[in-house]
């Protein structure tokens, strides 16, 4: 099913979350593209957009062509069908006056059928700035949570799952408590075999729920890694199980809550997040130094954010990081996932108290603070975690930073961003 797309190692854990935004191959395909190589434009520059129709590879002559042009999550500014005579169209995109991204979106109907595809050009994305508050007691809060949380008995449990263990690893599924009494979170830890001391690796997940196999080629390098679920229930059930609660108690989980920033649902995220790493660092088998943590969309945003709690964090990676610059949509631009201010949700979380809790869990109030090293990358086609969102908690890193760019891709990856995240994050643990 996945033809472009290959999760081995470290990026395991994000196949799922991505799996459902991998594009398939068909016979017929649109291309869209800017006229810049590196789809990057000055404030007042105006692009093209050149559209092309084919089927195995060859035009398809006067296939009919719809297209709109606009700010990427915004209302269009120009909307055509056209005639592509010799299966090529080229279309004047216009520019913008401040930096953020212009969309074109291409439909071809072929044969009775619709395919669509589209291209980002970025204005400037390096200027791009957040629109969201930074509240003034923001680490007051997180200081206070986390002096909350370590009083918490961690109670770790571990139970070895024989069944996954390989000649190298061991495979435990492990169950400890989290941010209050009773309050528990599962995973699954890989550790190796061979007597000594190996860095550590936290896995934080995309969103969704569902259960896990844990990263055992990685730990058989010679890395442990803990793969963690966020909703306090075991991660090795049957996957029916997941699928109910996605549908009924769990169902748009990122809403609960958000009226009152002590009972929002991502603080014991953010904080589970913490005490995973309290038990790797604990384990006998770590070399008590080397400690990273990756993850893609909401698991990008859960990296940057532990790395940003937790000082024993000393590289992070993220994959077109969710939950960020989320209030972007009340200033005319695109908000990063889960799109709480657009024009389908604005009229029922716009609220004071809703506002003042996502200012205390945006992204990009964490990205502020980030100062370890971080490995980042993503695409300017991606329709759930919008560019104009990552870089706005980008842009304010102060931290050693590098960001690999996939432009054409939305949310999923090449295989070649999975391999130079794994390079890159295993030349910081040094196995």
Known sequence: MLKRIHFIGILSIMAISVALGQ????????????????????????????????????????????????????????????????????????????????????????????????????????????????????????????????????????TLMPERCTEKTNVYHVNLQNYRL????????????????????????????????????????????????????????????YTDLGSSALSGYWNYNMDDKDRFYYKRVYLGCIRANDFLTSLPQYDGSNLAVVGGSQGGALSIITAALDPRIKSLGALYPALSDVTGYLFDRAGGWPHYFDKTNRSWNEKKDKLSTLSYYDVVNFARRVKVPGYYSWGYNDETCPPTSMYAAYNVISGPKELYLALDTGHWTYPEQGEKMNAWLLSRLKP
């Not at 006056?97 to 291409?106: H, N, P, Q, S, V």
């Not at 844990?214 to 909703?231: E, L, N, R």
């Open 182 to 241: 009773g309050s528990r979170l599962y995973g699954i830890l890989c550790v190796p075999k061979k007597e000594g001391k190996y860095p550590a690796l936290l896995q934080v997940p995309g969103a969704g729920v569902r259960a896990y196999g844990g990263d055992i080629a990685t730990a058989d390098k010679g890395v442990i890694t803990f793969q963690i679920g966020i909703h306090g229930v075991p991660v090795d059930m049957i996957p029916t199980v």
């Open 23 to 158: 594009p398939t191959e068909k016979i017929i395909k649109v291309g869209v593209a800017a006229d810049h190589a590196n789809w990057n434009y000055s404030i007042g520059e105006k692009v093209s957009f050149t559209i092309s129709v084919t089927k195995n590879g060859s035009p398809v002559p006067n296939a009919t062509v719809r297209y709109e042009v606009g700010p990427e999550k915004q209302e269009p500014t120009q909307k055509k069908s056209v005639i592509a005579p010799n299966g090529v169209i080229k279309v004047e995109g216009g520019t913008l006056t401040k930096a953020g991204f212009l969309r074109c979106i291409a439909i071809a109907e072929v044969d009775g059928k619709e395919y669509r595809n589209l291209a980002t050009a970025g204005f400037a994305p390096g200027s791009i700035q957040p629109t969201v508050e930074n509240p003034a007691d923001f680490d007051a809060f997180w200081k206070a949570a986390k002096e909350d949380l370590a009083k918490v008995p961690m109670d770790a449990k571990m």
